[in-house]
């Protein structure tokens, strides 16, 4: 049975941290590249960050960008998200999703423009008190 499992959510303070991780089984982990997206109370998903399977390259969302960081370890099947300096609008459901990997590597790109993933987790809530 494939499984996407987020932990690590839960309720901090402005310019605080949390770590997200994003724990899969049921399939080949090295194979897929893996997003994090986010649902916030009455607004559309969106990705926020994903990272190659091959090279480790990278894509982060604009509103994100220096404070987010995507990681992952292929020998643990896990795939990470730090998130440092937060502000009340991180508040969100946060997921984590896999899509098959390119021959070339660049299946990350596939949360950059939208495209369908394969596997989805069921989410952890982060919120961001003022």
């Known amino acids: 049975e494939v499984q996407l499992v987020e932990s690590g959510g839960g309720l901090v303070q402005a310019g605080g941290s949390l770590r997200l991780s994003c724990a899969a089984s049921g399939f080949t982990f090295d194979n897929y590249a893996i997003g994090w997206f986010r649902q916030a109370p009455g607004k559309e998903r969106e990705g926020v960050s994903s990272?190659?399977?091959?090279?480790?390259?990278?894509w982060y969302a604009d509103s994100v960008k220096g404070r987010l960081t995507i990681s992952r370890s292929n020998a643990k099947n896990t795939a990470y998200l730090q998130m440092n300096n937060l502000t009340p609008a991180d508040t969100a459901v946060y997921y984590c999703a896999a899509v098959t990997e390119s021959d070339y590597g660049l299946g990350y790109l596939s949360v950059a423009y939208g495209y369908g993933m394969d596997y989805w987790g069921k989410g952890t809530l982060v919120t961001v008190s003022s």
């Open positions: 990272i190659s399977s091959k090279d480790g390259s990278t």
